[in-house]
Each structure stands twice: as C-alpha cells, then as structure tokens.
C-alpha cells in the first residue's frame, strides 16, 4: 500500500502509486513508527525541492525521524505547491532560482531564508492553499504556471492548457474562466525571468 507522502499542486499530501521525478520535504511531519503523516503539514518555512538521487545515497521512506520524504510529479507541482529548489543537492539550479528570483521580483542579494518568508506567504492563507488572482492573461503567463479551478490544476504549456493528474498531464483545452493562480506570485516572476521549469515527460507528450 503506497506511503502518503506524493504532494498535488494544491499542496496536499495523498497516496498514490505513481512515481515522480522530484523530493523534498517541509521538515519532520511523519511518525516513524507508523510511517504515516501527522496532523501538521510542515514544520519548517524551507519548503524544499530535491533530486532523488544524490551521492549514492539511500533513504528508506518515513522510517526515522529525520525529514519526512515527499514526492512531486515534477518541479512544476512542486513550485505550485509552494517549494523551492534545495540548495543542498541542487545548488545549480537554487542559484539559477534565486537569480531568477531577484531578477523578476527587483530586489538584491536575497538571501534563501528571504524567498523562504515571502514564500511561506504567498503558499498559505490560515493554513490552507493561498490562490491568487491572475493579474495578467493566460497567454502572458510562462511555460510550468500552474492554475486551479474548482477541483482541477492546470498546467500552462506553449499557450495550451493541460490537466495535472497523479500519473501525468493530459489534454485539457477548456475555458479557465474563474482560473486562480496556484504558482505563488514571486516564484511566477522568477520564471518569467527565465528560470526555466523541468517538467513532467507526459507535458510535452500531451
């Protein structure tokens, strides 16, 4: 029976089977004894976006009390959830996010602890997701935004609309007439200065 442990784009945390190509993790929010979830959904403000795989190094999954292991279908899902690039294991592309970051949010020598407070703001509102309003057309947005309405994430890609699945991206032409931003408005400007989104194979099949 799969873990509870894989976060949507909303940035919950459900079971599923399906396998994604980033980690992460907000802190310690598992027992280790059950290896199930605790009330809380994070314990740190450092949401963080890791590879999985590192140095050789293996984990097995929610079983000390350590970090609680979570899986993203890729890094879209991942920033629309809220996180970040870790500055860890993938000091690259940290240093291309926050570059991106300063650039797009016209501010100077960030610090991580920095993108970490406003992000922590942004990503939630009484401890729920926070969406915000799109201020700007679809078609102005940037490849790897992701958008919410009623049930359903989008992911923007090439001026199209696909639909967020556990599994994958599929077709999802439709009108996003009461669309809300699911990306957080700072992590959004930084990818329109050009901090560019690993995404999902199944987006660029669809």
């Known amino acids: 029976m799969p873990l509870q442990n894989r ?8 079971a599923t089977p399906h396998r994604g190509l980033f980690t992460g993790n907000r802190g310690i929010i598992h027992d280790p004894a059950t290896r199930t979830l605790l009330k809380k959904r994070w314990s740190s403000p450092a949401w ?3 590879v999985c795989e ?7 999954v929610m079983a000390t009390h350590s970090w609680t292991e979570l899986f993203f279908l890729d890094e879209a899902t991942a920033l629309a959830a809220g996180h970040r690039p870790c500055f860890y294991c993938r000091r690259d592309d940290a240093n291309r996010f926050r570059a991106a970051w ?25 401890g ?20 919410q309405q009623g049930e359903e994430s989008f992911l923007l890609m090439q001026g199209g609309t696909l639909l ?22 700072s992590t959004l400007r930084a990818m329109s200065a ?3 989104v690993t995404l999902h194979p199944s987006a660029h099949r669809a």
């Open 194 to 196: 050009g901090y560019e």
């Open 128 to 147: 729920k997701k926070r969406l915000h309003a799109l201020l700007v057309p679809l078609e102005q947005l940037p490849d790897g935004a992701m958008l």
């Open 164 to 185: 967020w699945s556990a599994a994958g991206y599929v077709e999802g032409a439709r009108e996003l007439d009461d669309a809300q931003l699911l990306t957080p408005p």
């Open 54 to 60: 590192f140095r050789g190094r293996r984990r097995e």
């Open 48 to 50: 963080l976006t890791c």
């Open 102 to 126: 300063e650039q797009g949010n016209r501010v100077r020598d960030v610090r991580m602890h920095d993108i970490d407070t406003v992000l922590h703001h942004e990503r939630l509102d009484h």
């Open 7 to 14: 976060v949507t784009p909303t940035g919950d945390i459900i």
